[in-house]
């Protein structure tokens, strides 16, 4: 496919998981980077876990959640809701949904490369007149 070309995935072509406490997953697999769509029923609790080398951040979309880490020996929690980002870091760390509904969150996971790309990320887009996407058209 060119990289001119966007891409589509539906669900359907999503690699489906459904863990043994409950949480529902949808993995979007690419070359570089990976987005999983999680449903987490209510009262679940997932395991505790932490990365080695992969970058983990979290975008709530519906519901609540509290996000446990162990740092220095002490357990802190921290509450996380819809419009929330959340960067998981190296940390150990679980996932409670203590509600009454599902929460839902997507998960993008990459490894990182440890080069600060934030000028790249901010000057990258180039923008077209009405002009210019015409003359693309006419070829």
Same mark, same amino acid.
């Given at each position: 496919m060119s990289d001119q070309q966007i891409e589509v995935l539906s669900q359907e072509e @999503? !690699?489906?998981?459904e863990? @043994? $406490?409950? =949480?529902?997953m949808n993995y979007f697999l690419y070359p570089e980077f990976e987005i999983h769509q999680n449903i987490l029923p209510a009262q679940t609790i997932q395991g505790w876990h932490q990365h080695q080398k992969i970058e983990e951040t979290l975008v709530? *979309? @519906?519901? +609540?959640i509290v996000? $446990? =880490?162990?740092? @220095?020996g002490e357990k802190l929690s921290q509450t996380c809701v819809k419009g929330d980002v959340i960067?998981?870091?190296? +940390?150990?760390?679980?996932i409670i949904n203590?509600? $009454? !509904? *599902?929460?839902?969150? !997507?998960?993008f996971r990459f490894v990182p490369q440890g080069q600060?790309?934030?000028e790249v990320i901010k000057t990258d887009k180039v923008e077209f007149s009405q002009a210019e996407v015409a003359a693309l058209l006419k070829k």
């Amino acid at each position: 496919m060119s990289d001119q070309q966007i891409e589509v995935l539906s669900q359907e072509e @999503a !690699i489906f998981v459904e863990k @043994a $406490e409950g =949480t529902q997953m949808n993995y979007f697999l690419y070359p570089e980077f990976e987005i999983h769509q999680n449903i987490l029923p209510a009262q679940t609790i997932q395991g505790w876990h932490q990365h080695q080398k992969i970058e983990e951040t979290l975008v709530m *979309t @519906a519901g +609540s959640i509290v996000v $446990e =880490t162990i740092v @220095a020996g002490e357990k802190l929690s921290q509450t996380c809701v819809k419009g929330d980002v959340i960067r998981m870091k190296k +940390s150990l760390h679980r996932i409670i949904n203590p509600q $009454e !509904i *599902t929460a839902e969150f !997507i998960v993008f996971r990459f490894v990182p490369q440890g080069q600060n790309q934030q000028e790249v990320i901010k000057t990258d887009k180039v923008e077209f007149s009405q002009a210019e996407v015409a003359a693309l058209l006419k070829k």
